[in-house]
């Protein structure tokens, strides 16, 4: 099963999401941009069944 892109929020904006899921694992990816040095956070979960 390959990943699947459930959410996003490409902006413009000052943060732009995306959500990502595999299964039962989901990837949330935030990417915020400070001048010209883009950072990004993630965080994992898994759904509960």
């Known amino acids: 099963m390959p990943w699947r892109v459930d959410w996003v929020n490409p ?4 943060v732009a ?14 990417v915020t941009c400070d001048g010209t040095d883009p950072s990004v956070a993630t965080s994992t979960h898994t759904k509960q069944p």
């Open 17 to 30: 999401t995306a959500v990502f899921s595999h299964g039962a694992e989901t990837i949330d990816m935030t």
């Open 11 to 14: 902006g413009p904006a000052t």
